[in-house]
């Protein structure tokens, strides 16, 4: 049997390389031909999977997290100027303790700081990767850091020439719009530590920026699909950097050749840290298995968690499985170890898993 696996990272976890090292070591020692394709969607482990497609380094700057501590982060460059920056690296939930998540002030400021330093280092294009954000500022703070870093302050029209030859591609598999019931708070405010009042109270701001924005510019990119992605920084980009939003998983997809690497395939195996109906609103393993579909391979896939099974069997996967036990806390299952050996009892046991009896 060939198994391609092409599986998004387990987030706070395990990355889509350690997903897969696993999975696949398991395999081999059945015989099993195996080839592993670390992949990302825009969220965490972007940067990597990116840099690697594009044949890019990895290089370090100083910046900002969004409590304004000082941190190391990296981004990467291609050999043509590309810069692939994943905006978690500066701005990521998980830069934060749980008890220090609050959106009302934390602030995408490093992410503009790490652009800042790829304009100044010469880079023009860019790949921005938005998922995993602990904020909800719109963009602000990027904004911010950009004026402060490209012209010392004095305004955003006072570093426009510089960036008129720059342009930005946002990978994300976030459709939503800036602010309203679809919008970033409504949507992801909770997850940041949001209460209902904060949620009110940032969905008003950044109706707000918006409103003043469009007065500005004379247009107005707020219900463009994506504005909404990481907390506003989408619509940061699209309305004053000109970006434009794609599928990071398309993007990336279609950058490694992924429908070439299928040829000869058996069984695709792709997966997530929770998999549910969301999966198939164009997150990484709806469009694994969109592809593989067309060439008529058969799709498994894999998550910590699974919600919504029956859903997601009637979009084609051929099987669906939770690697974690039921009765296992959450505690316990995102340990790395633990998901490790999970991942491996699942795929000592694949041979007879078959989809669940309706």
């Known amino acids: ?112 700081e790490m652009v800042a330093h790829a304009i100044l280092s010469g880079c023009r294009q860019f790949i921005i990767g938005l998922g995993g954000s602990g904020t909800s500022d719109c963009g602000i703070g990027m904004l911010q850091a950009l004026t402060e870093r490209l012209a010392g302050g004095r305004s955003f029209d006072a570093i426009r020439p510089l960036l008129e030859d720059c342009r930005f591609t946002l990978a994300s598999d976030v459709r939503n719009v800036l602010y309203g019931e679809q919008g970033a708070a409504y949507t992801f405010g909770r997850q940041k530590g949001a209460t209902d009042d904060m949620i009110r109270v940032l969905d008003e701001r950044a109706r707000q920026f918006a409103e003043s924005s469009a007065r500005h510019w004379g247009f107005d990119k707020s219900s463009e699909p994506g504005a909404g992605a990481a907390g506003g920084l989408g619509y940061a980009f699209m309305q004053y950097l000109g970006a434009k939003a794609v599928s990071g998983a398309d993007l990336l997809l279609d950058l490694i050749r992924f429908d070439k690497q299928m040829e000869g395939t058996d069984v695709v195996i792709t997966g997530e840290g929770r998999a549910d109906r969301q999966t198939l609103m164009g997150k990484l393993p709806e469009r694994v298995l969109c592809r593989a579909k067309a060439q008529h391979i058969p799709v498994w896939l894999m998550a910590g968690r699974i919600a919504d099974r029956e859903a997601l069997l009637d979009a084609g996967f051929e099987k669906v499985a939770a690697i974690t036990p039921e009765e296992m806390p959450n505690g316990e299952a995102i340990l790395p170890a633990t998901a490790r050996r999970n991942l491996t009892k699942w795929i000592e046991r694949t041979t007879t898993f078959g989809r669940q009896p309706r």
Request: with cysteine; proline share 3%; hydrophobic share 40%.
């Open 1 to 112: 049997m060939k198994y391609l696996l092409a599986i998004d990272s387990f987030k706070g976890c395990l990355s889509s390389a350690e997903v897969e090292e696993t999975i696949a070591e398991a395999l081999r020692k059945q015989g099993a031909d195996v080839t592993a394709i670390p992949l990302s969607d825009g969220g965490e482990g972007m940067l990597e999977a990116f840099t690697h497609a594009l044949n890019g380094t990895l290089r370090e700057v100083s910046v900002h997290d969004p409590l304004m501590r000082s941190l190391t982060a990296r981004y990467g460059v291609t050999a043509e100027g590309m810069a692939i920056v994943e905006t978690s690296q500066a701005c990521g939930l998980t830069l934060m303790t749980e008890a220090e998540r609050n959106p009302m002030i934390a602030t995408t400021y490093g992410v503009g």
